[in-house]
């Protein structure tokens, strides 16, 4: 029977295409789904039925999700990590731009010349206020990363082309992200130190309960006069009313932002945009593609890659057929599933076990397909989470 996929934002066609019509229905509507697939929609735990095997996010924040209730039901979530980085590095750079030159007013004030029929007339105007919007040179000045993961080193790399020096924070930075990362970016130990010495700052870091309001008042305080914070992460890492407090005191002289608030619209130290980083239609491809490819190699073959909250594991197919485990991180229950498997006289053919936090996860290949009744005793054991049996 096909699978069914609800997708709860619009999708890429690229990415949709990879889930085949014969295997695949996919809709905006279904009672009953296999799997979500989604970008930005707000997912309510209430809102994920029973029938959901998977949620896959095209895209790579995953704070829209209530992944903690999806790790307790056993629900891998994917993301599609680097899939965008690109697009948010490109606009970071215009980010940077807007925030060093009088280019929006600049405009603006062009705009309002349209009134001016006379060539000349134009021309005196324009030369008479050009002075109005005079900024400064990127090069030279220091940029801030808060974040060195995908989009992070990205920024890094391309502000280091412009010239300027960069100075990078991230506690939790991975190998492979080190690797990628130039040598030219310097390491600040603290925080506060990458507030204190730089004239832009940026956020390439996730939304966490551990960094909500991370960028405190505090931290604007240390900010050089004249200095500029960009925000392509996520709102909710930027204390508001301590952000608010820094504009009116003038220690900071622009914000710059993908994510408007009511409080925030129509001043003239903001520049807002509408969540616009990934918008683009190589970005929304990519993440498409890597998010449907992801959930298709989990629900044909119980293989994950790019979980947040699952063990990565990929076996190959081996066997006649494949169980596919999540339980409790606990002793014993792999041996229990085994038992009953021996019980049966079933033949493991190959077989991967791995483990994140709370959680355990199984591939197992057999040599025949197990019985209604063992499935539902392997289910029944206490710390299994699910098992599904696949063809
Ligand atoms: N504006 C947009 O449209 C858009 C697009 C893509 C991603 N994003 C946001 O950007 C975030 C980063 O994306 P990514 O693809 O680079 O993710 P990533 O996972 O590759 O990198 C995130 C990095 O942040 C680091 N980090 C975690 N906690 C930190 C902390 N307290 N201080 C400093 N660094 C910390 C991690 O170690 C990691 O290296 C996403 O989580 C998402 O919220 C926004
Ligand atoms: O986390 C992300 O990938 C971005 O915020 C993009 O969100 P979007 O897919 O809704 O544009």
Same mark, same amino acid.
Request: charged share 20%; hydrophobic share 45%; aromatic share 4%.
């Given at each position: 029977?096909?699978?069914?996929?609800?997708?709860?934002?619009? !999708?890429?066609?690229?990415?949709?295409?990879?889930?085949?019509? @014969?295997?695949?229905?996919?809709?905006?509507?279904?009672?009953?789904?296999?799997?979500?697939?989604?970008?930005?929609?707000?997912?309510?735990?209430?809102?994920?039925?029973?029938?959901?095997?998977?949620?896959?996010?095209?895209?790579?924040?995953?704070?829209?999700?209530?992944?903690?209730?999806?790790?307790?039901?056993?629900?891998?979530?994917?993301?599609?990590?680097?899939?965008?980085?690109?697009?948010?590095?490109?606009?970071?750079?215009?980010?940077?731009?807007?925030?060093?030159?009088?280019?929006?007013?600049?405009?603006?004030?062009?705009?309002?010349?349209?009134?001016?029929?006379?060539? =000349?007339?134009?021309?005196?105007?324009?030369?008479?206020?050009?002075?109005?919007?005079?900024?400064? @040179?990127?090069?030279?000045? #220091?940029?801030?990363?808060?974040?060195?993961?995908?989009?992070?080193?990205?920024?890094?790399?391309?502000?280091? #082309?412009?010239?300027?020096?960069?100075?990078?924070?991230?506690?939790?930075?991975?190998?492979?992200? =080190?690797?990628?990362?130039?040598?030219?970016?310097?390491?600040?130990?603290?925080?506060?130190?990458?507030?204190?010495?730089?004239?832009?700052?940026?956020?390439?870091?996730? =939304?966490? @309960?551990?960094?909500?309001?991370?960028?405190?008042? @505090?931290?604007?305080?240390?900010?050089?006069?004249?200095?500029?914070?960009?925000?392509?992460?996520?709102?909710?890492?930027?204390?508001?009313?301590?952000?608010?407090?820094?504009?009116?005191?003038?220690?900071?002289?622009?914000?710059?932002?993908?994510?408007?608030?009511?409080?925030?619209?129509?001043?003239?130290?903001?520049?807002?945009?509408?969540?616009?980083?990934?918008? #683009?239609?190589?970005?929304?491809?990519?993440?498409?593609?890597? %998010? =449907?490819?992801?959930?298709?190699?989990?629900?044909?073959?119980?293989?994950?890659?790019?979980?947040?909250?699952?063990?990565?594991?990929?076996?190959?197919?081996?066997?006649?057929?494949?169980?596919? !485990?999540?339980?409790?991180?606990?002793?014993?229950?792999?041996?229990?599933?085994?038992?009953?498997?021996?019980?049966?006289?079933?033949?493991?053919?190959?077989?991967?076990?791995?483990?994140?936090?709370?959680? %355990?996860?199984?591939? !197992?290949?057999?040599?025949?397909?197990?019985? %209604?009744?063992?499935?539902?005793?392997?289910?029944?054991?206490?710390?299994?989470?699910?098992?599904?049996?696949?063809?």
């Amino acid at each position: 029977m096909a699978k069914r996929i609800l997708t709860l934002n619009q !999708i890429s066609v690229r990415g949709l295409e990879r889930l085949p019509r @014969e295997r695949y229905e996919i809709a905006s509507e279904f009672t009953n789904p296999d799997a979500i697939l989604l970008r930005s929609h707000k997912l309510g735990a209430a809102d994920i039925a029973d029938s959901v095997l998977a949620i896959a996010r095209a895209g790579a924040g995953t704070n829209n999700i209530p992944v903690d209730a999806c790790t307790q039901r056993g629900i891998p979530v994917f993301n599609s990590p680097g899939a965008n980085a690109n697009a948010v590095k490109e606009l970071v750079a215009a980010g940077l731009l807007l925030g060093s030159r009088g280019i929006i007013d600049g405009v603006d004030y062009v705009a309002g010349l349209r009134g001016i029929s006379d060539a =000349a007339a134009l021309n005196q105007a324009l030369e008479a206020n050009k002075k109005r919007f005079k900024g400064n @040179e990127l090069q030279g000045k #220091t940029l801030g990363v808060v974040g060195l993961g995908a989009i992070g080193s990205l920024v890094a790399d391309m502000a280091l #082309t412009l010239g300027m020096d960069v100075i990078g924070y991230d506690p939790a930075l991975s190998v492979d992200a =080190a690797w990628r990362l130039s040598s030219q970016v310097r390491k600040a130990d603290t925080l506060s130190m990458v507030f204190a010495r730089s004239d832009y700052v940026t956020l390439h870091l996730p =939304a966490l @309960e551990s960094t909500r309001g991370l960028v405190s008042a @505090e931290l604007l305080q240390a900010m050089p006069a004249d200095s500029c914070l960009l925000n392509f992460a996520r709102q909710e890492i930027v204390d508001e009313d301590a952000l608010l407090a820094a504009l009116e005191r003038g220690g900071l002289r622009k914000y710059i932002a993908d994510f408007p608030s009511p409080a925030l619209i129509g001043r003239k130290d903001v520049i807002l945009m509408p969540h616009i980083g990934a918008s #683009t239609d190589e970005a929304e491809d990519n993440c498409a593609i890597m %998010a =449907a490819d992801q959930l298709r190699d989990f629900l044909e073959n119980g293989n994950i890659r790019n979980a947040v909250n699952f063990p990565t594991l990929q076996l190959e197919r081996a066997g006649t057929c494949r169980l596919a !485990i999540t339980n409790s991180n606990v002793p014993r229950i792999l041996g229990s599933v085994l038992a009953i498997l021996a019980e049966l006289d079933i033949n493991v053919v190959d077989m991967l076990n791995k483990s994140r936090d709370e959680l %355990a996860y199984n591939l !197992i290949d057999i040599d025949r397909a197990p019985t %209604a009744d063992s499935l539902a005793k392997m289910q029944a054991l206490d710390g299994v989470i699910n098992v599904r049996h696949i063809a």
